[in-house]
């Protein structure tokens, strides 16, 4: 079940988080984007601990879809250095694994 991942991406509000989703799917490089607002951040970046509110986004998609996705997100996004990470799907309902398949086509 490799062959699917859950993207994780950190946006700075709500009105980025909607724009990258908007666009992943559309482009169908993901089939959803659960968007959750009022995340609190703290992290250390060039030096100094900061802290920031941000909106947290989860994209499903296919694995051979991540570079693309990567660099649209990379392209909509403000930050110098945002959050894309990946986790591998390892299991899940075969239907709705299928559904990411299908919405995910070109």
């Not at 089939?31 to 509110?53: F, H, L, Q, T």
């Not at 075969?94 to 559904?99: E, G, H, I």
Request: proline share 4%; with cysteine; aromatic share 10%.
């Amino acid at each position: 079940m490799s062959d699917y991942l859950s993207v994780y991406i950190m946006a700075p509000s709500r009105d980025m988080a909607e724009k990258i989703a908007r666009n992943l799917v559309e482009e169908r490089l993901a089939a959803c984007v659960n968007i959750m607002p009022a995340v609190r951040s703290i992290y250390r970046w060039k030096g100094k601990v900061e802290a920031a509110s941000e909106v947290a986004l989860i994209a499903k998609t296919r694995s051979a879809l991540y570079a693309q996705l990567e660099k649209r997100v990379k392209e909509l996004h403000s930050y110098e250095c945002p959050c894309i990470v990946a986790w591998k799907i390892e299991a899940g309902f075969a239907p709705y694994l299928s559904w990411i398949a299908e919405e995910t086509k070109n």
